[in-house]
């Protein structure tokens, strides 16, 4: 079965211009979680989606950044107006299940996007 | 405010002993823990999953324990191999309804030869 796949895997892009980065969860999956991991930092936490709805955005900033997860299709994540601070490798990752009370509540991660603003 | 502390500092152990990782959280109730493994410009890899009821896991030659007393997990490699050397996250939900799981910053692992 194929994992999360995210795609590009590096994306390089000048200020002012947009980012779209792409992910398709495991095969049966309806949950979907963005994260953003900077250099010697964690992972932060920025958008959980099921198909067609945002369930929580708290993690995302309000400008220039939006989520979706088309009934058809993968999940995109939008950046608008890239700035140098943007820059950034971008996790997606998805499950099955959330409950505490599903056998497994592990998220199966996809290889990132690299994201670089020149 | 709501912290997961992991030991940022580089941890060496030599190769064939235990090598034992910290997480603490504080301000967090947390229903259950995870643990995972990430390689250098790789994404992170589920290892295992503790919950709030059980004071111990094992799988293979990695254990996991949960103190929510003391706030605290506690993750071991027994018999270290090089291939162990790795980032480890910990990782827990943050409640309030949000199912995404919220990380520590991870501690590097290196197993020497």
């Known amino acids: 079965n194929a994992g999360v796949m995210q795609n590009p895997r590096h994306l390089v892009r000048r200020r002012g211009q947009e980012a779209r980065l792409r992910c398709s969860p495991v095969?049966?999956?309806?949950?979907v979680y963005w994260y953003r991991q900077l250099p010697e930092e964690g992972l932060k936490f920025m958008v959980y989606?099921?198909?067609?709805?945002?369930?929580?955005e708290s993690g995302m900033p309000k400008e220039r950044f939006s989520a979706e997860f088309p009934k058809e299709g993968p999940s995109i994540l939008r950046i608008q107006q890239v700035v140098r601070g943007d820059s950034a490798a971008y996790f997606c990752?998805?499950?099955?299940?959330?409950?505490?009370?599903?056998?497994?509540?592990?998220?199966?991660f996809g290889e990132g996007s690299r994201l670089t603003v020149l | 405010s709501q912290k997961i502390e992991q030991n940022s500092e580089a941890l060496n152990i030599q190769e064939g002993k235990t090598a034992t990782l910290t997480c603490n959280y504080t301000n967090y109730s947390p229903a259950y823990l995870q643990w995972y493994r990430q390689d250098p410009g790789r994404g992170p890899v589920f290892l295992l999953l503790i919950r709030e009821n059980e004071k111990e896991k094992r799988k293979e030659r990695l254990k996991v324990t949960f103190d929510t007393t003391l706030k605290q997990s506690l993750f071991h490699i027994t018999a270290s191999q090089p291939a162990d050397s790795a980032t480890y996250l910990c990782a827990l939900t943050a409640g309030g309804g949000a199912d995404g799981l919220t990380f520590g910053k991870g501690t590097h692992l290196i197993i020497q030869p």
């Open positions: 095969k049966g999956h309806s949950h």
């Open positions: 989606l099921q198909k067609e709805n945002i369930i929580d």
């Open positions: 990752a998805s499950s099955r299940e959330t409950s505490v009370i599903a056998n497994t509540g592990e998220l199966f």
